[in-house]
C-alpha cells in the first residue's frame, strides 16, 4: 500500500495549481480508502497487516494536503503583497525616482541619467558607460574635486554618432594621488512612465529600461 500512498502523493504535489492539486488529492483520497478497504477484506487472517501501516499511510496523506494548503496559503499573501507593491509604485509614474541600480535607460527624447559619489576626494575619476551586451560604449572625463554629483549622457559617442535607444550601465573609476583605488556608487536616475508586473515582480518602467520597485 505504501507504493500507492506515494505515487499519488508525487501527483498531487506535481506542476498544477493548488486548487487542481487539491481535487486530485481528494480523487486519489477516495480510491485509497477503497483500496485499504479492499486489502483489509482480502488479507490473510493469518498474516494480517500491521496497523502501523495504516497510520503511516494516512499521514502521508495527511502531510500532503497540509502542503497544499500551505502553497495556496502562500500564493494567496504573494498576491496581496503584489497588489500593494503595484499601488505604491503607480503613485511614482511621472516623477524623477533615483534607483540603486546602475542600470538607465535612455530614448529618444530623454538622456540617460546616474548619480554618483565616490568615498573620499579622488585626484582623477572617470566614467564608462557599457551597453546591455557588456560593450563600452563611451568614457567620460568627470571632476574629482565634486566626489560626486549627477551624470548625464544623450547617447553621443566618440564616432559622433548616437547610441539606440536600450539600457545602459555606469561605472565609475576614481583614484587617489597615491594611485590606489576609491570606492564609488551609482544609481541611476529616470522618470517612472509605467508599471508592469512580471513573473511576480513589479517593475518601473524608465525611458524603455524595466528596473525593479524593490
Known sequence: MSAISSTTAATALGTVPSETASTKLNADYQMFLKLLTTQMQNQDPLDPMDSSEYTQQLVQF???EQSI???????????????????????????????????????????????????????????????????????LALNPADSGGELGWSGALANGATAPAGTYTLSISAKAA?????????????????????????????????????
Open 178 to 214: 597615491d594611485g590606489s583605488s576609491i570606492p564609488a556608487t551609482v544609481g541611476s536616475i529616470g522618470r517612472v512612465e509605467t508599471v508592469v508586473v512580471e513573473n511576480g515582480a513589479t517593475l518601473l518602467g524608465v525611458n524603455g529600461a524595466a528596473l525593479p520597485f524593490a
Open 62 to 64: 495527511s502531510a500532503v
Open 69 to 139: 494548503e500551505q502553497t495556496t496559503t502562500l500564493k494567496s499573501i504573494l498576491a496581496r503583497l503584489g497588489t500593494g507593491d503595484v499601488a505604491s509604485a503607480s503613485a511614482l509614474i511621472g516623477r524623477d525616482v533615483q534607483f540603486t541600480s546602475a542600470s538607465a535607460g535612455l530614448s529618444p527624447d530623454r538622456p540617460a541619467r546616474w548619480a554618483w559619489s565616490t568615498d573620499g576626494r579622488a585626484d582623477s575619476a572617470t566614467a564608462e558607460i557599457r551597453d546591455s551586451l557588456g560593450r563600452k560604449v563611451a568614457t
